[in-house]
């Protein structure tokens, strides 16, 4: 009986390849579950208590929200008002609110639309943060039939932070930290301070940018290899003599 030992040999590319997308789909998974969460952020507050500004707070539904903007407005002894955002992880819509008075968007409305209904106007603009090299990778020629198909540009515009914001995707080397600073809601102090968006930015990591576009540059690949079906001549001939 041999007594030299079994050895097993496994090729784990495969294995790795599956793991690897399975992480990114849970990923995204992930971000799509935190994008349906609707928040109302408070900004130019100018009322109550040292003017403190409350967090942002999680509701259910826009109608929730609204009714919290309607009881909020009785609390309001003039001079007093502030704004708010109602978001999710892709759409955005204001509303003013002072003593017994709260206005939705740019009309007349007190309550906010159903979500469903918002288009493209109300879309919060992405700005994709990343090193230099990370940015150069993302706006590569190579790159840019996937970017086109998440995006629609054909090469990302770059962002400094310094103008105001008018493209819905963005790429920019300023720090997450920088970012977050530019994009804050206005205090009530910050009079002067300027207003670079005109709606919440999504913030999304270079990193988190180039999985995607190597995920699409895999789904573009693999529509190419399907090969079209060509009829035969002889079945063409067989088919004209009918």
């Given amino acids: 009986m041999s007594s030299t030992p079994l050895t097993v040999q496994v090729d784990t590319t495969k294995l790795d390849k599956v793991l690897e997308e399975t992480q990114h789909k849970l990923a ?4 799509f579950k935190a994008a349906q969460q609707l928040v109302l952020r408070f900004y130019e507050w100018q009322c109550g208590h040292h003017g403190t500004r409350p967090r942002d707070t999680p509701v259910s539904s826009p109608e929730q929200a609204g009714e919290i ?3 909020m407005s009785h ?3 003039q001079p007093g008002h502030f704004c708010a955002w109602l978001m999710d992880g ?6 003013y609110v002072t003593d017994d008075y709260v206005r939705v968007g740019a009309g007349d409305s007190e309550i906010f639309p159903q979500w469903s209904s918002l288009g493209w106007q109300d879309e919060r603009p992405v700005l ?4 230099e090299a990370q940015i150069a990778e993302l706006r590569h020629p190579d790159n840019a039939e996937a970017v086109s198909c998440i995006w629609f540009f054909d090469s990302l515009p770059a962002w400094d932070g310094t103008s105001f914001l008018d493209d819905n995707v963005a790429t920019t080397t300023l720090r997450l930290e ?5 994009i804050r809601p206005r205090e009530w ?3 002067g301070r ?4 005109s709606l919440p930015p999504v913030l999304k990591s270079a990193e988190s940018a180039l999985e995607d576009v190597r995920q699409e540059r895999a789904s573009i690949a693999a529509c190419s290899d399907v090969q079209t079906p060509v009829l035969s001549t002889e079945s063409t001939n067989s088919s004209a003599s009918l």
Avoid: D, R
């Fill in 28 to 31: 995204q998974y992930a971000e």
């Fill in 69 to 71: 903007l309607k009881a």
């Fill in 75 to 77: 609390c309001i002894s």
């Fill in 90 to 95: 892709t759409h955005a819509m204001s509303a």
């Fill in 128 to 131: 994709v943060y990343g090193t």
């Fill in 178 to 182: 920088e970012l977050e600073n530019l």
């Fill in 189 to 191: 102090h910050e009079a």
């Fill in 194 to 197: 300027p207003n670079q968006f």
